[in-house]
């Protein structure tokens, strides 16, 4: 055996014992995040196929990781794990193509109201665009959130694509999408900054603390079903703000 040779055969085995502590390490985020997807999933889908998708997200996020852009490799990861879990689900889109032109007629109706009156689009005026009883309206909601699962991701979508963006959380942008990028989560910031306070509190709880429908009902005082509809017409009011992005 060469120097050359050795050295290789060296550093192979220091990736390996380095990618299983981190797999040690850093398991426990990626159980976390599979259970807090699970809750919103049907009972198909099976917490072992989110795992094994999240350490895969894991390992990618090892290789790509930059320190030097400010944030902390759990955050990094938590975001790669949670994209590869996505990319896993939504290759098998559980949702029926009228859930996907609902989503879509909502978000349309949303952004034809807002754009006319210059405010928060209401519920009642949503459902009266729309032709629906408030009771029909809300039951579209409801399907929403049943059948689709609503990541930042999908509002670039026209709500009939199952698709992801290319990239799947884990393929490096070149400087032109890294930018488009930025602009995006600008944008998005704002769009959550200016929706109704009810809204930014489903989501803050749903996202950031990462509370079950049940729990969030409990803090807000209503029903599980009441939190399901705001959460479904928080994802449509977004997209409807971004449809801009959602063009490009």
Same mark, same amino acid.
């Given at each position: 055996?060469?120097?050359?040779?050795?050295?290789?055969?060296?550093?192979?085995?220091?990736?390996?014992?380095?990618?299983?502590?981190?797999?040690?390490? $850093?398991?426990?985020?990626?159980?976390?995040?599979? $259970?807090?997807?699970?809750a919103r999933l049907p009972?198909?889908?099976?917490?072992?196929?989110?795992?094994?998708?999240?350490?895969?997200?894991?390992?990618?996020?090892?290789?790509?990781?930059?320190?030097?852009?400010?944030?902390?490799?759990?955050?990094?990861?938590?975001?790669?794990?949670?994209?590869?879990?996505?990319?896993?689900?939504?290759?098998?889109?559980?949702?029926?193509?009228?859930?996907?032109?609902?989503?879509?007629?909502?978000?349309?109706?949303?952004?034809?109201?807002?754009?006319?009156?210059?405010?928060?689009?209401?519920?009642?005026?949503?459902?009266?665009?729309?032709?629906?009883?408030?009771?029909?309206?809300?039951?579209?909601?409801?399907?929403?959130?049943?059948?689709?699962?609503?990541?930042?991701?999908?509002?670039?979508?026209?709500?009939?694509?199952?698709?992801?963006?290319e990239d799947a959380g884990?393929?490096?942008?070149?400087?032109?999408?890294?930018?488009?990028?930025?602009?995006?989560?600008?944008?998005?910031?704002?769009?959550?900054?200016?929706?109704?306070?009810?809204?930014?509190?489903?989501?803050?709880? $749903? $996202?950031?603390?990462?509370?079950?429908?049940?729990?969030?009902?409990?803090?807000?005082?209503?029903?599980?079903?009441?939190?399901?509809?705001?959460?479904?017409?928080?994802?449509?009011?977004?997209?409807?703000?971004?449809?801009?992005?959602?063009?490009?």
């Amino acid at each position: 055996m060469t120097p050359a040779t050795g050295l290789r055969m060296y550093g192979k085995a220091q990736a390996r014992d380095s990618q299983h502590q981190l797999i040690e390490r $850093y398991a426990p985020l990626v159980k976390r995040i599979a $259970y807090h997807l699970l809750a919103r999933l049907p009972a198909s889908v099976q917490v072992e196929d989110l795992m094994q998708s999240g350490m895969i997200g894991l390992l990618e996020a090892s290789k790509k990781y930059d320190g030097s852009k400010g944030a902390s490799f759990e955050t990094y990861a938590g975001i790669r794990i949670r994209g590869a879990m996505l990319d896993e689900v939504r290759k098998g889109d559980w949702a029926p193509r009228s859930v996907h032109r609902n989503t879509r007629m909502v978000s349309d109706a949303i952004r034809v109201i807002e754009a006319r009156t210059g405010r928060d689009a209401k519920d009642q005026e949503v459902a009266a665009e729309l032709g629906l009883s408030l009771e029909d309206y809300y039951g579209i909601l409801s399907d929403t959130l049943g059948s689709r699962l609503f990541s930042f991701d999908d509002l670039l979508q026209d709500g009939e694509q199952g698709g992801v963006h290319e990239d799947a959380g884990v393929t490096p942008f070149s400087p032109s999408q890294d930018l488009e990028e930025e602009r995006f989560q600008a944008a998005l910031a704002d769009a959550i900054a200016n929706l109704p306070e009810r809204e930014r509190l489903v989501l803050a709880l $749903y $996202y950031d603390e990462e509370l079950n429908l049940k729990e969030i009902g409990e803090v807000l005082g209503v029903s599980e079903s009441r939190v399901s509809q705001l959460h479904s017409q928080c994802a449509a009011r977004l997209r409807a703000r971004l449809c801009e992005w959602r063009a490009r």
